[in-house]
């Protein structure tokens, strides 16, 4: 099992940064790669970034340029380093990690960003 606990979350204006955290435990040594999703009201949970242990990354085109994420093993965290904010980026955001042996996907309980003025 892994316990996957987010943080970093607020309240922030357009054009403006947020960096997002998780954290992850348990049995983290069979964790392949770890991911942010969001859902915005109404909508379907989207991918937003993924890391691999082996330093592969994926970005959604709505996020290329404005979006890092990035892993500190020492901390078995990953973060999600958002700048250039939009109101479009409201949504509810998600950590993720994909264990294997056999493959299973964790969720974290999510933390609210939104943006407005």
């Known amino acids: 099992q892994v316990q996957l606990v987010e943080s970093g979350g607020g309240l922030v204006q357009p054009g403006g940064s947020l960096r997002l955290s998780c954290a992850a435990s348990g049995s983290i040594g069979s964790i392949y790669a770890m991911a942010w999703y969001r859902q915005a009201p109404g909508q379907q949970r989207e991918l937003v970034a993924r890391?691999?242990?082996?330093?592969?990354?994926v970005y959604a085109d709505f996020v290329k340029g404005r979006f890092t994420i990035s892993r500190d093993n020492a901390k078995s965290t990953v973060n999600l380093q958002m700048n250039s904010l939009k109101p479009e980026d409201t949504a509810v955001y998600y950590c993720?990690?994909?264990?294997?042996?056999?493959?299973?996907?964790?969720w974290g309980q999510g933390t609210q960003v939104t943006v407005s003025s």
């Open positions: 993720n990690a994909m264990w294997v042996g056999p493959v299973i996907y964790f």
């Open positions: 890391l691999t242990n082996g330093g592969n990354t």
